[in-house]
C-alpha cells in the first residue's frame, strides 16, 4: 500500500520551473508531525538527497538545489511541496517523498537542455 503521493513531475526547459506535491492521509501520517524529504534517483545513479523539512518547519537542501528549490508544508492540507526553479538537465531524475520508512512511487521530472 503507498501511503505517499507524489505529484507535479513533468517535462520542462532548462530554467524552467515545476512544483512537486507530496500529499498523504492523516491516517497514516500527520506531516506537522514528522519530517519529510524529498529524494531523487537519476538512470544510473543513486538516490540522493534534495531537501527535507522537519516537523519543526527547518529546512534543509542539497549544495546542488540551494537558491533554487524550496520546501514548504501546507498543515491544513497535510501536504509537503518542492518548488524547483532554474531548473537544469541534471536535475532530471525520479523525485520521491520520504516520511519515517515510507516512500511515494515517485514522479518523473525531465528538463530538456
Known amino acids: 500500500q503507498v501511503l505517499l503521493v507524489e505529484s507535479g513531475g513533468g517535462l520542462v526547459q532548462t530554467g524552467g520551473s515545476l512544483r512537486l506535491s507530496c500529499s498523504a492521509s492523516?491516517?497514516?501520517?500527520?506531516?506537522?508531525?514528522?519530517?519529510v524529504a524529498w529524494y531523487r534517483q537519476a538512470p544510473g545513479k543513486q538516490r540522493e538527497l534534495v531537501a527535507g523539512?522537519?516537523?519543526?518547519?527547518?529546512?534543509n537542501y542539497a549544495d546542488s538545489v540551494k537558491g533554487r528549490f524550496t520546501v514548504s508544508r501546507d498543515n491544513a492540507e497535510n501536504t509537503v511541496f518542492l518548488q524547483m526553479n532554474a531548473l537544469k538537465p541534471e536535475d532530471t531524475a525520479v523525485y520521491y517523498c520520504?516520511?519515517?520508512?515510507?516512500w511515494g512511487q515517485g514522479t518523473q521530472v525531465t528538463v530538456s537542455s
Open positions: 520520504n516520511c519515517r520508512r515510507s
Open positions: 492523516r491516517i497514516f501520517f500527520v506531516f506537522s508531525r514528522n519530517d
Open positions: 523539512i522537519s516537523s519543526g518547519g527547518r529546512t
